[in-house]
């Protein structure tokens, strides 16, 4: 298992975005989607493939950006069961305590 290597930058005019990247594995996961085109932007920069996404919770600004990305990736989106029916293309529900792998990564 390799190291996950943290990418933030701007998105939106008021908030950040993260994206961690596996390159043993070519995983890529996006904590939020706060806005498709920043997060689309930096991926073709970075020369990354989005695998998934981690939802918080639900906030405009940290899910607008899921549906679009989900469109055109095909990635996997994992979000909070206790707001599954604010936040549309929930793939895997977790709740509090629950722990999962991607890519050999504990989360």
Known sequence: MS????????????NFAVLLHDAGTGTT???DAPDAAAIK?????KGWKLT????THHHADHV????????ETGCKVIGPKAEASKIQGLDELV???????IAGHQI
């Open 3 to 14: 190291r996950l290597e943290v990418h933030q930058f701007i998105s939106r005019s008021d």
């Open 29 to 31: 996961i996006s904590i």
């Open 41 to 45: 932007r930096e991926l073709a920069a």
């Open 52 to 55: 998934h996404i981690l939802v």
């Open 64 to 71: 607008e950006g899921i549906a679009p990305l989900k469109a």
């Open 95 to 101: 709740k509090e305590g629950d722990t999962f792998k």
